[in-house]
C-alpha cells in the first residue's frame, strides 16, 4: 500500500482522501459479487452486471427482493444515509473480527 502510494505521487497524482473497506469477491462467469464492508456499515452485497435482467434474474435465485435492492453507486448510498465515506477506518477490533 505505502509502495503503491508512492508511485502515484511521482506520477505527480494527489491524494484526495484515504478509506478502508474489506471486499471478497466472487464471479460468476459474467457477474460478480462483492460483499463489502465499510468501518461503522453494515456488510452489503454488490452484484455487476452486463445488464440490469441479469442482476434481476439474481437477486431472484437469490431469494432478495428486488424492491429491497439499492440501484445506486455505494458512494452516492452511503452519502443518502447521511454517512462520510472520506477517513472511514476499521478499529483494531473490527480488523480482528474481519479477518476470522
Known amino acids: 500500500m505505502d ?8 506520477l ?8 478502508e473497506i474489506f471486499r471478497e469477491s466472487f464471479n460468476y462467469y459474467s457477474i460478480l ?3 463489502d464492508t465499510w468501518s461503522g456499515l453494515p456488510s452489503y ?8 435482467m441479469d442482476i ?13 435492492s439499492v440501484g445506486v453507486h455505494k458512494t452516492i448510498h452511503i452519502r443518502i444515509m447521511g ?4 477517513g472511514r477506518f ?11
Open 3 to 10: 509502495e503503491g502510494k508512492k508511485i502515484v505521487s511521482l
Open 12 to 19: 505527480g497524482f494527489e491524494e484526495i482522501c484515504t478509506k
Open 33 to 35: 459479487f462483492n460483499i
Open 90 to 100: 476499521f478499529t483494531e477490533e473490527e480488523r480482528r473480527l474481519l479477518k476470522r
Open 45 to 52: 452485497l454488490e452484484i455487476k452486471a452486463i445488464d440490469e
Open 83 to 86: 454517512l462520510r465515506i472520506v
Open 56 to 68: 434481476y434474474n439474481w437477486l431472484k435465485l437469490l431469494n432478495i427482493d428486488f424492491k429491497n
